[in-house]
């Protein structure tokens, strides 16, 4: 198989950091890396929806460009998701990997017992959650990632700090996650499409009482502070040390495509 590689990104808008995470996915594709994990952060802050989201139906773009908030479609399922105060990391693995192979609930549960194992090292009582937990309609419209709670999925008390999505292409494995430092998901309250204020303000309630900042339990958590044991964690799940790689070892032409085709996408939301 070919060899296991991380990356500790900086932050970047929403359309360049999909495109680093989509190139990841097109080289585990092609058997030139068998694992990729990447953690970066974003700037400015960005709300990213599911790759089969109709952004109509889910966020308010215009207003979101008015904020100066940006918007991207992730090449991953899921629902919308705020993007600011938390670190994101990015698992991408070859057709021949476990990850790729396996199930979905067997694939979150190992990523997520190697966060649960990350947030333990730095003295956080995380564990998975055993049970799906849906505030809303799942398929209901306009209805954030984090109003749900899946199975596999890490929380702290009961309140979700973790979210995350999957997705399989030509038989690898691409999966993102949310490690939430400072609950700003209640931000996309503000961006729902639509003028009706009750449904905002019910959205807004659901998302401040099942979702908890890691901050809430150790106020000097940051997510750079996150960084290092996750990569820690990882390496002990794999049982090796991924070779370290920066994006300046990504092949340009091919990321500047794939970025220039996530702005074109966001830039046409009405």
């Known amino acids: 198989m070919a060899h296991s590689v991380q990356l500790r990104s900086g932050a970047s808008d929403g359309p360049r950091n999909m495109a680093v995470d989509s190139l990841l996915l097109s080289m585990a594709e092609r058997g030139e890396t068998g694992f990729a994990l990447r953690t970066y952060l974003w700037e400015p802050a960005c709300v990213s929806i599911g790759r089969l989201q109709d952004p109509s139906r889910e ?85 954030p990632c984090f109003t749900s709670h899946g199975r596999m999925e890490v929380t702290i008390g009961g309140a979700k700090v973790v979210g995350s999505a ?13 490690m939430i430092v400072r609950n700003d998901q209640v931000r996309l309250a503000d961006f729902l499409p639509g003028t009706d204020p009750g449904s905002r303000e019910a959205v807004r309630a659901i998302l401040s009482g099942t979702v908890r900042g890691l901050a809430d339990f150790d106020p000097g958590i940051t997510p750079e502070s996150l960084r290092e044991p996750v990569h820690r964690a990882f390496s002990r799940a794999l049982g090796e040390e991924p070779v370290e790689m920066d994006e300046y070892g990504l092949d340009s032409c091919e990321l500047s495509r794939l970025e220039s085709s996530f702005r074109l996408e966001a830039a046409a939301w009405a």
């Open 166 to 178: 999957q997705a399989r292409r030509h038989g690898a494995f691409l999966e993102h996650g949310s």
């Open 59 to 143: 966020i308010c773009a215009e207003r979101l460009r008015a904020g100066g908030i940006g918007a991207v479609r992730r090449p991953t399922g899921g629902r919308a998701v705020w993007h600011e105060s938390e670190l994101t990391y990015c698992i991408a693995a070859c057709p021949d990997h476990f990850l790729a192979k396996c199930g979905i609930e067997e694939a979150l549960a190992w990523t997520g017992s190697a966060l649960a194992d990350a947030l333990a090292s730095m003295g956080l009582p995380a564990v998975l959650a055993r049970a799906d937990r849906h505030s809303l309609h799942p398929r209901m419209p306009a209805n």
